[in-house]
């Protein structure tokens, strides 16, 4: 009986969220000639891109399409491998994991944290230590607060803004911010990177940039991405705030789909999320030295332009700092990173954090995807958390002492 009932509460738990059985991540192989033909295969089958390289791409297949792709695949002769055979216990098993822990709204630096673990954690910070204030940028689309940390422990200096998971599946960058406020807090005035850091910058931390589609991918869809917009007749939910920036609005890279992952929204900055980031980085543009938006995954160190191929007037310079982070991060673990401008290291992406950072005059923009490279993508196990977190710091500290 007891085994019954159980049983019971893990189908109803896990039923409330979307099952990801049987579905598979390929990775294909796809030449610049192969280009055109597979755009309209990944438009036919509306498959959801995990990755992209510049000969090939990541795609989740769902198990009911697997045949259809399989035929239009080798109708034009591209190459799959499988790269994750079924996505869906590598999501249990991080959420079995997780309903054990945390009873007590208790944060965790070598694991994932729900919202309101994020939230309880921040909100107690400034009670307990005086070089931390927290104010909030303004409210999601379901009233969320963007909360923003603010570092400093000395008045008058320049200021460095990192942000993380503006997409809500890349559950390692909200990690990763978390890891490095406390290891900051923590370690000043022990550890030469943290010290320097603190000692010469402001650091402006949003750990989690779209508040209401992080606390989705726990409740309903772990591999959601965007916000949780509705719009009256759209016939689906979501903008991708990453397209969402009033810089080049409409431009490659995005979509007036509201079903595709890259859909821009309706207007430039429509989003309460996109509108409350833009007016903190404008207003900390004049003494802001630095903008770090941190992304996974694919291990790419970059800098603006997203819109264009055309390069920034000072991309020599961002490849500079970009190699000094590269090789200080690449030292911790060992982990290989390329860099380069965004729309020729990942793809072209209109309406981002750092093409409208840049625009604004912050130099210093960058964007980073973390771990890994496509063994587990978006379901990076917990056990990487901290290794990635130690690597992104000491890479971000490299590079922001560096600037000069
Ligand atoms: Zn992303």
Same mark, same amino acid.
């Given at each position: 009986?007891?085994?019954?009932?159980?049983?019971?509460?893990?189908?109803?738990?896990?039923?409330?969220?979307?099952?990801?059985?049987?579905?598979?991540?390929?990775?294909?192989?796809?030449? !610049?000639?192969?280009?055109?033909?597979?755009?309209?295969?990944?438009?036919?089958?509306?498959?959801?891109?995990?990755?992209?390289?510049?000969?090939?791409?990541? @795609?989740?297949?769902?198990?009911?399409?697997?045949?259809?792709?399989?035929?239009?695949?080798?109708?034009?002769?591209?190459?799959?491998?499988?790269?994750?055979?079924?996505?869906?216990?590598?999501?249990?098993?991080?959420?079995?994991?997780?309903?054990?822990?945390?009873?007590?709204?208790?944060?965790?630096?070598?694991?994932?944290?729900?919202?309101?673990?994020?939230?309880?954690?921040?909100?107690?910070?400034?009670? /307990?230590?005086?070089?931390?204030?927290?104010?909030?940028l303004g409210?999601t @689309?379901?009233?969320?607060?963007l909360?923003?940390?603010?570092?400093?422990?000395?008045?008058?200096?320049?200021?460095?803004?990192?942000?993380?998971?503006i997409?809500?599946? !890349?559950?390692?960058?909200?990690?990763?911010?978390?890891?490095?406020?406390?290891?900051?807090?923590?370690?000043?005035?022990?550890?030469?990177?943290?010290?320097?850091?603190?000692?010469?910058?402001?650091?402006?931390?949003?750990?989690?940039n779209n508040?209401?589609?992080?606390?989705?991918?726990?409740?309903?869809?772990?591999?959601?991405?965007?916000n949780?917009a509705?719009?009256? &007749?759209?016939?689906? @939910?979501?903008v991708d705030l990453n397209r969402n920036f009033d810089d080049?609005f &409409?431009?490659?890279?995005?979509?007036?789909?509201?079903?595709?992952?890259?859909?821009r929204g309706?207007s430039p900055a429509s989003e309460p999320e996109t509108q409350a980031v833009q007016a903190?980085i404008?207003?900390?543009?004049? !003494?802001?030295?630095?903008?770090? /938006?941190?992304? /996974?995954?694919?291990?790419?160190?970059?800098?603006?332009?997203?819109?264009?191929?055309?390069?920034?007037?000072?991309?020599?310079?961002?490849?500079?700092?970009?190699?000094?982070?590269?090789?200080?991060?690449?030292?911790?673990?060992?982990?290989?990173?390329?860099?380069?401008?965004?729309?020729? +290291?990942?793809?072209?992406?209109?309406s981002t954090t750092?093409?409208y950072?840049?625009?604004?005059?912050? +130099?210093?923009?960058?964007?980073?995807?973390?771990?890994?490279?496509?063994?587990?993508?978006?379901?990076?196990?917990?056990?990487?958390?901290?290794?990635?977190?130690?690597? +992104?710091?000491?890479?971000?500290?490299?590079?922001?002492?560096?600037?000069?």
């Amino acid at each position: 009986m007891i085994r019954f009932l159980a049983l019971t509460a893990v189908v109803a738990l896990a039923s409330a969220r979307v099952s990801y059985e049987g579905f598979q991540v390929w990775r294909l192989e796809v030449s !610049e000639e192969q280009k055109p033909a597979f755009s309209a295969i990944l438009e036919k089958h509306n498959m959801d891109v995990w990755g992209r390289g510049k000969d090939w791409i990541d @795609v989740l297949v769902d198990p009911k399409l697997r045949h259809g792709v399989m035929t239009s695949l080798a109708a034009k002769a591209i190459h799959s491998s499988i790269m994750i055979q079924d996505v869906q216990p590598l999501i249990e098993r991080d959420f079995a994991r997780l309903a054990k822990k945390n009873k007590d709204l208790k944060i965790a630096f070598d694991d994932y944290n729900t919202w309101e673990e994020i939230e309880a954690y921040l909100a107690g910070l400034p009670a /307990s230590d005086d070089r931390t204030s927290l104010v909030s940028l303004g409210k999601t @689309v379901e009233g969320r607060d963007l909360w923003q940390l603010k570092i400093s422990v000395g008045a008058g200096k320049k200021a460095v803004w990192i942000d993380c998971g503006i997409h809500a599946r !890349e559950w390692i960058g909200p990690a990763t911010c978390l890891w490095g406020i406390d290891f900051l807090l923590n370690n000043y005035g022990s550890d030469e990177g943290a010290t320097a850091l603190l000692d010469a910058y402001d650091l402006y931390v949003l750990p989690v940039n779209n508040p209401d589609g992080y606390a989705y991918t726990w409740s309903d869809d772990r591999l959601w991405r965007k916000n949780l917009a509705v719009y009256p &007749g759209n016939e689906c @939910v979501g903008v991708d705030l990453n397209r969402n920036f009033d810089d080049n609005f &409409g431009g490659v890279g995005t979509s007036n789909d509201s079903c595709s992952l890259n859909y821009r929204g309706p207007s430039p900055a429509s989003e309460p999320e996109t509108q409350a980031v833009q007016a903190a980085i404008t207003a900390l543009a004049p !003494e802001a030295a630095a903008l770090f /938006s941190i992304h /996974s995954y694919r291990q790419l160190w970059m800098y603006p332009y997203g819109y264009t191929s055309d390069l920034p007037p000072d991309a020599d310079e961002l490849d500079r700092i970009s190699a000094i982070g590269v090789e200080a991060l690449t030292a911790v673990h060992g982990t290989a990173y390329q860099y380069g401008p965004v729309s020729t +290291t990942i793809y072209p992406a209109a309406s981002t954090t750092i093409d409208y950072s840049y625009a604004l005059g912050i +130099t210093y923009s960058f964007t980073l995807e973390l771990r890994d490279t496509g063994t587990y993508g978006f379901l990076l196990p917990a056990i990487e958390i901290v290794p990635t977190a130690e690597e +992104t710091w000491a890479g971000l500290i490299a590079a922001i002492l560096a600037i000069p």
